[in-house]
């Protein structure tokens, strides 16, 4: 296996292993503890947790804002503190209103965490070792994902209160873990790397900006920034479609056996962990990271193409069809993001790193919080013509990523002063070791 180097690549692996714990726990174990131990009901949990998660946008761009100034180091420490409160709290709801304000704080808080997170790590790579270095945390964050599920097959078979309790406090343990990991990292001395893979300058305040410094505008007026941001978004599509509509399709439409869902899942984690760095090490500049979403695309449109062909099989056909599809919506997955990486990265400010990092996570998280009802809607209603229409709309975006990618880095260069004499050495020695 290939690790980062040791040093604070390392280190940050390690919080990405135990902070990847926490939605595995949560996804399943929190809304059966809601439901079985404080009494909520189904409707009263799902409408609380989209208020949440849409509140939560409200503060992702001034999070990463504050993590420029102050420095994400230490708010990531504050905001995984704050977070691990925030989920023991989740032991005291009893009713709605009180589920309702904690579910609203958490939601705050994990979206103000992921741009802080993501700005970090952008301070301690270049931009040549970047999205392998971000690749291999999404490959330990499927590990970490992975290995949670046990704890929540536990808490299900004892269906207990204190089981279902046991499972929220592991959740907010693993939470405080991360922020013990985080106190192990540098703080970093740079605002960020340039577009050039070199280190800049770290400001001291926002007054000591040189003339041209000031020229690269905020990135609420970078518009083409956004624009790419909101794409990402509708690409994202494609974990709708795996965790929604194919278990939905496989389930009620095709003559598939019924532990296809479960193998098919399974399937997709063994891709997505086995290729990850592979497709990632393919990613190494703007146009490159564009046209890994226009191939992603692609791939989507054939995965949908081949789901609605599966309805029309029979068993053994039918079973071919869906492992094909999951193994090619699982490439689209790996393509989407190792070219999301690179657009959000290397388009975005250094200097202000983690404000734009909060204005690429609001772009996913607006667009998918319409996705569920999307695909069900979709597939419920045009069954098979919806999946060739989904496949459609989401290869015409990712077609439209390389003309969006070119203009918005033509603005980037256009609003990037240019070095004067020299360049700082990277901040960490970017090649890997095998062990």
């Known amino acids: 296996m290939i690790l980062p180097p040791r040093g604070p690549l390392r280190v940050y692996a390690t919080l990405t292993f135990f902070d990847s714990l926490v939605p595995g726990i949560m996804l399943a174990g929190g809304v059966l503890f809601f439901t079985e131990v404080a009494h909520l009901g189904a409707v009263e949990v799902g409408s609380g947790l989209s208020l949440a998660a849409l509140a939560g946008l409200a503060v992702a761009v001034p999070a990463g804002r504050l993590g420029d100034r102050v420095g994400h180091r230490r708010l990531l420490i504050a905001i995984s503190l704050l977070r691990g ?167 009620h439409h095709t003559q598939a056996p019924a532990w296809a869902t479960s193998a098919l899942l399974f399937t997709n984690v063994l891709v997505a962990i086995g290729f990850q760095m592979r497709v990632g090490r393919t990613v190494t500049t703007v146009s490159s990271a564009a046209r890994a979403l226009r191939r992603g695309g692609y791939g989507l449109l054939t995965a949908a193409s081949l789901f609605a062909l599966a309805e029309t099989l029979g068993p053994l056909l039918c079973l071919t069809a869906l492992f094909a599809a999951v193994v090619l919506l699982t490439l689209t997955e790996l393509l989407q993001s190792a070219g999301s990486w690179g657009l959000s990265y290397d388009l975005a400010d250094a200097a202000r790193l983690g404000e734009y990092q909060g ?40 077609a439209g990523a390389v003309p969006l990618a070119r203009r918005a880095e033509a603005t980037h260069r256009a609003n990037t002063p240019q070095p004067t004499t020299g360049t700082a050495p990277p901040i960490e020695d970017p090649a890997p070791h095998k062990v």
């Not at 070792?129 to 299900?156: D, E, I, Y």
């Open 85 to 251: 409160l925030i989920l023991a709290g989740y032991q005291l709801v009893d009713s709605y209103p009180a589920f309702l304000v904690v579910a609203c704080l958490a939601g705050f808080a994990e979206s103000a965490v992921a741009p802080v997170r993501q700005a970090y790590l952008g301070t301690i790579t270049t931009r040549e070792n970047r999205v392998r270095t971000l690749a291999f945390n999404r490959v330990v964050r499927n590990v970490g994902a992975t290995l949670s599920t046990p704890a929540l097959g536990v808490a299900l078979a004892l269906d207990t209160p204190v089981a279902f309790r046991a499972l929220i406090g592991l959740g907010a343990v693993s939470v405080l873990i991360v922020a013990l990991v985080a106190t192990r990292l540098p703080e970093t001395v740079t605002a960020g790397p340039a577009p050039d893979g070199t280190a800049r300058p770290k400001r001291t305040s926002p007054n000591e900006r040189g003339p041209k410094a000031t020229k690269q505008p905020g990135v609420l007026r970078d518009r083409p920034y956004l624009t790419l941001a909101l794409l990402n978004g509708v690409l994202i599509m494609h974990m709708e479609l795996l965790e929604i509509g194919m278990p939905l399709w496989v389930t």
């Open 359 to 398: 204005a690429w996570s609001v772009g996913t998280h607006l667009i998918r919080s319409c996705g569920p009802f999307l695909v069900t809607l979709a597939l419920s209603t045009l069954n098979a013509t919806g999946w060739l229409i989904i496949g459609l709309i989401y290869a015409v975006a990712a």
